[in-house]
């Protein structure tokens, strides 16, 4: 599957920004779909997943009741809805797919990944 991801921008803080990702294929429905991060200089950490039908969602700690993962299986669309952004969420925001979730919290689990995109939120 090919993902590509789009929303990224200059927000100040406490803003929204919500970031999609579009992927191609006709099985996007039983895809594990997850976004995660990398700050500049810092390792790729995991943000949020959500399962093939949308049955279950995982934050990590820092952005739970902050940040919405949503998906849209008609439209083959996953999305990421940040709210009350802080300057620590700047970042690159990877969108990425596996037929499988185990493991959904770790990169290395996912197999597709999109290009990213930049989110930079101002103090």
């Known amino acids: 599957v090919q993902l590509v991801e789009s929303g990224g921008g200059l927000v100040q803080a406490g803003g929204s920004l919500r970031l999609s990702c579009a992927a191609s294929g006709r099985t996007f429905s039983s895809y594990t779909m997850g976004w995660f991060r990398q700050a500049s200089g810092k390792e790729r950490e995991f943000v949020a997943g959500?399962?093939?039908?949308?049955?279950?969602?995982y934050y990590a700690d820092s952005v739970k009741g902050r940040f919405t993962i949503s998906r849209d299986d008609a439209k083959n669309t996953v999305y990421l809805q940040m709210n009350s952004l802080k300057p620590e969420d700047t970042a690159v925001y990877f969108c990425?797919?596996?037929?499988?979730?185990?493991?959904?919290?770790?990169?290395?689990?996912?197999?597709?990944w999109g290009q990213g995109t930049q989110v930079t939120v101002s103090s």
């Open positions: 990425a797919a596996d037929r499988t979730s185990f493991g959904l919290r770790l990169p290395a689990n996912f197999g597709s």
């Open positions: 959500i399962t093939w039908s949308g049955g279950s969602t």
